[in-house]
T-cell receptor, first 110, second 114 residues
Framework: GQQVMQIPQYQHVQEGEDFTTYCNSS?????IQWYKQRPGGHPVFLIQ?????EVKKQKRLTFQFGEAKKNSSLHITATQTTDVGTYFC??????????FGQGTRLTINP | KAGVTQTPRYLIKTRGQQVTLSCSPI?????VSWYQQTPGQGLQFLFE???????NKGNFPGRFSGRQFSNSRSEMNVSTLELGDSALYLC?????????????FGQGTRLTVV
């Protein structure tokens, strides 16, 4: 079945440093979604990318969808302590299910 | 509008017992998906319901089952609990399901099996 791989699994940065997480799918995706889960919380939707090569920004967050629609990335510029959490990418896995990557857990040293 | 509501929030059960978890989706959403989240395995898809029909099922044993009612509320049941079933169980509602639109997650039910 379809697999969504995400790297790195963990990332620790100093506050103010940049952060990037990468997502790769074994199959072409019709769209890719990104979620953030704060410690002790539940996943919260951040964004959905649909078009090949699409780039979207939300303040310090930049999301990209690859040309082949099989990979995506999330980049955070100048991290802040509020960015702490686990970031998941997810894509339609066929037959009506959303398949999640393993997530990248971001911790920040203030 | 109200978000996704899961009850109970916390549950402690002993091995061999069964448990039923409940999820009330956002009003107007007909798709409800269930996920198991453990530290080592991430978010594992259990099943998805749309208009009372199960449209997909993940790779979980038959001890895991679910259903959806006409008002879109959903329940999942785990019978003959095992220690390894300890996890955070999340439900997510969406308008269309199937990963086509954003999913809204509930706060989850944390199940501990002792």
């Amino acid at each position: 079945g379809q697999q969504v791989m995400q790297i790195p699994q963990y990332q620790h940065v100093q506050e103010g440093e940049d952060f990037t997480t990468y997502c790769n799918s074994s199959t072409t995706l019709s769209n890719i979604q990104w979620y953030k889960q704060r410690p002790g919380g539940h996943p919260v939707f951040l964004i959905q990318l649909v078009k090949s090569g699409e780039v979207k920004k939300q303040k310090r967050l930049t999301f990209q969808f690859g040309e082949a629609k099989k990979n995506s990335s999330l980049h955070i510029t100048a991290t802040q302590t509020t960015d702490v959490g686990t970031y998941f990418c997810a894509g339609p896995g066929g037959a009506q299910k959303l398949v999640f990557g393993q997530g990248t857990r971001l911790t920040i040293n203030p | 509008k109200a978000g996704v509501t899961q009850t109970p929030r916390y549950l402690i059960k002993t091995r061999g017992q069964q448990v039923t978890l409940s999820c009330s989706p956002i009003s107007g959403h007909r798709s409800v998906s269930w996920y198991q989240q453990t530290p080592g395995q991430g978010l594992q898809f259990l099943f998805e319901y749309f208009s009372e029909t199960q449209r997909n099922k993940g790779n979980f044993p038959g001890r895991f089952s679910g259903r959806q009612f006409s008002n879109s509320r959903s329940e999942m049941n785990v019978s003959t609990l095992e220690l390894g079933d300890s996890a955070l169980y999340l439900c997510a509602s969406s308008f269309t399901g199937g990963g086509k639109t954003e999913a809204f997650f509930g706060q989850g039910t944390r199940l501990t099996v002792v």
